[in-house]
């Protein structure tokens, strides 16, 4: 699986952007995805994961309210919209694929990484 991601940019704090991530190579059909982010100095985190086989999602707290996941499995796309941005949600955002992670966002379990978009909050 090929992932790429877009739609990162920088902006001011309140405001909003939608990520983007296409797959190739491989059906994202019944697969876990995931956005994680990482800031300079720190630790990938997760942020969101759905589930496409299902649609369940999972967000870390301090997203919550905040960020939103969702697929187009016909496009075999997946979106983070995240809005009320902060700039504590700067970083570069990663979307990841998983056969099987436990519907969890350790960084471990996801075999599929795109390259990053980065987002800036100030």
């Known amino acids: 699986v090929q992932l790429v991601e877009s739609g990162g940019g920088s902006l001011q704090a309140g405001g909003s952007l939608n990520l983007t991530c296409t797959a190739s190579g491989e059906d994202l059909r019944d697969k876990y995805m995931g956005w994680f982010r990482q800031a300079p100095g720190k630790e990938r985190e997760g942020v969101a994961l759905?589930?496409?086989?299902?649609?369940?999602?999972y967000y870390r707290d301090s997203v919550k309210g905040r960020f939103t996941i969702s697929e187009d499995n016909a496009k075999n796309t997946v979106f983070l919209q995240m809005n009320n941005m902060k700039p504590e949600d700067t970083g570069n955002y990663f979307c990841a694929a998983a056969t099987n992670c436990g519907f969890s966002l350790r960084a471990d379990r996801y075999t599929y990484w795109g390259q990053g978009t980065q987002v800036t909050v100030s």
């Open positions: 759905i589930y496409t086989g299902g649609g369940s999602t």
